[in-house]
């Protein structure tokens, strides 16, 4: 696709349960970045991958938060046991290279509310 | 450890006047410096980035940026404001000097332009 995809695009659900957000990068970025947004905040980092490996997940807040992207490209961040502090819109990006300078392209993110 | 201050929650101005939104960083090494926006309900976009050489950095939409590094800043500037660039502004760096590429964000500065 001509951008990054991101679904669903909005998901409710209850406390405890388990999620599941996908994000499908532009075609040929090998990088892969995800943050969550809270209202009214910036960006949080949460993971990054160059290529299949997670290069920096220094960001996720706990172990029920897990992230993969085990063919290079699709990744599936994974959140068990889902609270109520865990709503907010989940975002994707990708960029051409791994280095430092290049720019991010971002999803239009994945809106989470836990109830 | 890399981290962005965006010192105005909200910045009005009239339009056809010019615009400054404000950006200070904190890195130990050389800085990557970038600038998004926000439109409501959409992901973030890229407008422009320093990575070195001229201070003075131009991008999408007519908005450009100056790099001072003894300021450690990198403020947002239009000479003439539109209705249209109210949004959300986000400064963003990386650190040449930390291991990863992590990007890091600033609060976000809403721009609303009067008519």
């Known amino acids: 696709g001509a951008g990054v995809s991101q679904t669903p695009s909005n998901k409710v659900t209850e406390k405890g349960k388990y999620v599941e957000l996908r994000c499908d990068p532009i075609s040929g970025h090998t990088a892969l970045y995800w943050y969550r947004q809270s209202l009214g905040q910036g960006p949080e980092f949460l993971i990054y991958f160059q290529g299949t490996g997670a290069a920096d997940d220094s960001g996720l807040p706990n172990d029920r938060f897990f992230a993969d992207r085990p063919e290079g490209s699709v990744s599936t961040l994974k959140i068990q046991r889902t609270e109520r502090g865990d709503s907010a819109v989940y975002l994707c990006a990708s960029s051409k290279a791994g280095g430092p300078t290049g720019e991010l392209f971002f999803g239009e993110g994945s809106r989470l509310t836990v109830l | 450890a890399q981290s962005v201050a965006q010192p105005e929650d909200q910045v009005n101005v009239a339009e056809g006047n010019p615009l400054t939104v404000k950006c200070t960083y904190s890195?130990?090494?050389?800085?990557?410096l970038f600038w998004y926006v926000q439109y409501p309900n959409r992901g973030l976009q890229f407008l422009l980035k320093y990575i070195t050489g001229d201070n003075l950095v131009k991008g999408s939409y007519g908005f450009e940026a100056e790099f001072n590094k003894s300021q450690t800043s990198f403020h947002l500037k239009k000479p003439s404001a539109l209705v249209s660039d109210s949004a959300l502004y986000f400064c963003?760096?990386?650190?040449?000097?930390?291991?990863?590429?992590?990007?890091?964000f600033g609060k976000g500065t809403k721009l609303s332009v009067i008519p």
């Open positions: 963003a760096v990386r650190d040449s000097g930390a291991g990863s590429y992590q990007l890091t």
């Open positions: 890195v130990s090494g050389n800085p990557y």
